[in-house]
């Protein structure tokens, strides 16, 4: 059976590039291909576990979000996974439903896999379950002031929105939010952006806004657009803080015989598209999804190489407008 | 610190039980409440790489996609994740991007890690690269006789919706597809069930297909498009083997001012939902992603538990028809 040394030969590097490459310690793409190339031919097989022992920590990175259905968050799971695979580490999926108690048996589950990071989209407080010997990454929401967060610059989004809508002649503005407990550290930023731009430019705009459940907030916004449509067009500029609810906004003022871009401008939050080789449909504040993914893997590959004092607490990265078809 | 006795005493069940659960061996769902209460009062932490060693097989099954960007796919991939999470099973996620090279990569990486076995949508010829040890359940895809392949009833869903357009009053079809070397198993399938039916019942019917790439296919479907409807309504009744085509279609067909489901009734294949708490936009022949992801990490436990002699090379499920807004 061959053995690591026999790999090294073969791949023309040292035993410690090989080893690096199976610990997921990053090594020079060149590098990468003659080992890969060295292991398919000699079949050689490391026995991951008995490595587990000897480093006492996996290549295995648990990744946990509310769910992969939503055009949004399977494009972030797809990009983390991709960033991960080309750095040496596999992903644990973890779909939370954004409940607490799974997000904790998720972690719970990667100190028993020694698993050597958990990146996180989570909206609950963690700190006091994350360990310090557990490198953690988050998405969106800041756990503590020692732990690494990224987040696309809700603030900013909410104000190119205003902006936008602004420049494109738009008289009467609607601002659509659901500020939740779970929800309102990014929604609840996104509307601060939108309403601080309204203010410095003296627009006038209406805050609809519901702390309930999705599918009763879906119910109220119906009841309120058919309110305030029934006789023609009101609002003609909306901002909603995450695109699924300026998709229904547009499929409901659609009925009601209201057409984007025609009659009222709508812009969403995110940015994700169902197939990506399709237009875009809704026009958004794009979140910077692939820099997002990179920046996790980044970020969690320095905490595991020592370099603490290069990860900030919080990378706030830009977000852009991008044109679909419910804008001028 | 806890053992695995103290986690048993506390549960009130044997120390077998608690082991089983632990090893992602099935458990009842009363006791499986039991040890994690347990497991989470004593903070017991089992030395995973260590059991690993000594049962030869983790609890880790490798799941391999082509992307989880696409509604249909990242759908299954939550419910896949949730159903082996209730397994005791952990996935490891890997899109694959339809590339044989990546797949074999993640087949290697599943050997290495030890893992209890993989599910596969794969559209590539696996056979020769897994070994008779490492248990494998296919969706859509037949690798062998001997490899349990799950899939929709594709050819069943093709004769549903010519069926539906022929009760629909449509009395010119459109059938689109793209045919290529992967997608001929499963859209190759979905064709012969609506020709099939066509032929039955004397409808007249045009093929549409182009056997290239995603980028290119839909540059012709549009010029395509754009020569029949140029002056009117053409076909009235479209059958896309996939949702993403009939997305397109109606979004071009609409540009032309031919609307759906007034004008023109358009089906397509999988119905996939861009969010979850959302109406459904295209109506389209549904795969019952619920059950596939079952079936498949139940016949993962069944070939794990040796009980091969149930596991059917081919299990097919039924697809239905479901009403969106595009069909009257």
């Known amino acids: 059976m061959a053995t ?3 790999v090294a030969k073969l791949a023309g590097v ?3 590039t090989v080893s690096n490459y199976i ?10 291909k003659k080992i890969r190339a060295a292991i398919a031919e000699l079949k050689y097989i490391p026995n991951t576990a008995a490595r587990q022992l000897k480093t006492s920590r996996s290549n295995l990175v648990v990744f946990i979000i509310p769910t992969t259905r939503t055009p949004l968050f399977s494009e972030l799971t797809y990009k983390v996974q991709q960033d991960l695979q080309a750095h040496g580490f596999k992903m644990i999926l973890c779909n939370s439903n954004n409940d607490i108690q799974e997000e904790l048996e998720y ?3 990667a100190k028993m896999q020694k698993a050597a990071g958990i990146i996180t989209m989570s909206y609950s407080d963690l700190l006091a379950h994350v360990s310090s010997d557990l490198p953690v990454v988050s998405i969106e929401k800041q756990i503590a002031d020692t732990i690494s967060c990224i987040s696309a610059d809700n603030y900013q989004g909410g104000r190119i929105a205003a902006a936008q809508l602004h420049r494109s002649g738009a008289k ?4 659509v939010s659901r500020l939740t407990e779970k929800t309102k550290s990014n929604y609840g930023i996104r509307v601060r952006g939108f309403e601080d731009y309204c203010h410095e430019h003296q627009l006038d705009y209406y805050l609809f806004s519901a702390p309930v459940h999705e599918e009763e907030f879906y119910k109220q916004l119906d009841a309120f657009l058919h309110d305030r449509y029934a006789y023609g067009v009101d609002y003609d500029g909306i901002f909603t803080v995450a695109d699924q609810y300026a998709d229904f906004t547009e499929n409901v003022l659609r009925a009601l015989g209201v057409t984007a871009p025609k009659q009222v401008q709508i812009i969403g939050f995110d940015g994700g598209k169902m ?3 399709q237009p875009r449909h809704i026009s958004s504040i794009r979140q910077p999804v692939d820099k997002i993914a990179m920046k996790c893997v980044e970020n969690l590959e320095k905490i595991l190489s020592g370099e603490k004092v290069d990860v900030a607490p919080l990378t706030l990265l ?3 407008f991008v044109q679909g078809q419910t804008t001028n």
Do not use: A, C
Request: hydrophobic residues 30%; glycine residues 6%.
């Open 23 to 32: 610990n997921g310690v990053t090594v020079k793409t060149e590098s990468q």
């Open 275 to 277: 197939y990506p080789n």
């Open 14 to 16: 040292s035993r410690g």
């Open 4 to 6: 690591m040394n026999d």
């Open 318 to 320: 830009p977000v852009k």
């Open 107 to 109: 972690i719970q589950m």
């Open 172 to 175: 009467k503005l609607l601002l």
